[in-house]
T-cell receptor, first 119, second 117 residues
Framework: AQKITQTQPGMFVQEKEAVTLDCTYD???????LFWYKQPSSGEMIFLIY??????QNATEGRYSLNFQKARKSANLVISASQLGDSAMYFC????????????????FGQGTILTVHP | EAGVAQSPRYKIIEKRQSVAFWCNPI?????LYWYQQILGQGPKLLIQ????????DSQLPKDRFSAERLKGVDSTLKIQPAKLEDSAVYLC???????????????FGEGSRLTVL
């Protein structure tokens, strides 16, 4: 079973508008972390935002916010006021705690969503 | 602060040849990861080191892939012999140990793009 599912292969948004990128996850671990990364055409992976499973509030980082709905197991990324430079591939990822109660930090990634921002 | 360094950036080889990729993580990062990213897909973990010990290599094709992290700093990933399906970007990442509220995000290098002909 897929642990991280991103159902939108591609999304389009007009410059200055907001866009939501979907992510659902599957875990039975009560302690986990959710990440979003941006990958421009140059290839580097850029960390955007993090949400811990026990965090009471949705994470925000500048124009990025994470709409965390724990019961639905979704962690959608919202980008406000889109800019041309936001055009990139976006990946949702999850870190689970190992059976021994520790986590060495490895992330499992979804398939990604290509975002295109139109002027 | 210097980021994760990888080399070479690009490599083209014939199938059945061998190739090696090098990674130098961010100073002080105990954990190092090698991910394989096939075009159009998300990165897939190949191997994870904690200092110089292997934590997870469950998805590493051990008949052809090998990796080492001598002295717990830089690391080398080797493919021998290469197959056509090994064409991908090989991403190296590093992270601090996770403590308290630290997110433990992964910091990635620019990747090494391999083309197998």
């Amino acid at each position: 079973a897929q642990k991280i599912t991103q159902t939108q292969p591609g999304m389009f948004v007009q410059e200055k508008e907001a866009v939501t990128l979907d992510c659902t996850y599957d875990t039975s671990d009560p302690s986990y972390g959710l990440f979003w990364y941006k990958q421009p055409s140059s290839g580097e992976m850029i960390f955007l935002i993090y949400q811990g499973s026990y965090d009471q509030q949705n994470a925000t980082e500048g124009r990025y916010s994470l709409n965390f709905q724990k019961a639905r197991k979704s962690a959608n990324l919202v980008i406000s006021a889109s800019q041309l430079g936001d055009s990139a591939m976006y990946f949702c990822a999850m870190r689970e705690t190992t059976a021994g109660g520790t986590s060495y930090g490895k992330l499992t990634f979804g398939q990604g969503t290509i975002l295109t921002v139109h002027p | 602060e210097a980021g994760v360094a990888q080399s070479p950036r690009y490599k083209i080889i014939e199938k059945r040849q061998s190739v090696a990729f090098w990674c130098n993580p961010i100073s002080g990062h105990a954990t190092l990861y090698w991910y394989q990213q096939i075009l159009g897909q998300g990165p897939k973990l190949l191997i994870q080191f904690q200092n110089n010990g292997v934590v997870d290599d469950s998805q590493l094709p051990k008949d052809r892939f090998s990796a080492e992290r001598l002295k717990g700093v830089d690391s080398t990933l080797k493919i021998q012999p290469a197959k056509l399906e090994d064409s991908a970007v090989y991403l190296c990442a590093s992270s601090l140990a996770i403590r308290g509220r630290h997110t433990g995000e992964l910091f990635f290098g620019e990747g090494s793009r391999l083309t197998v002909l």
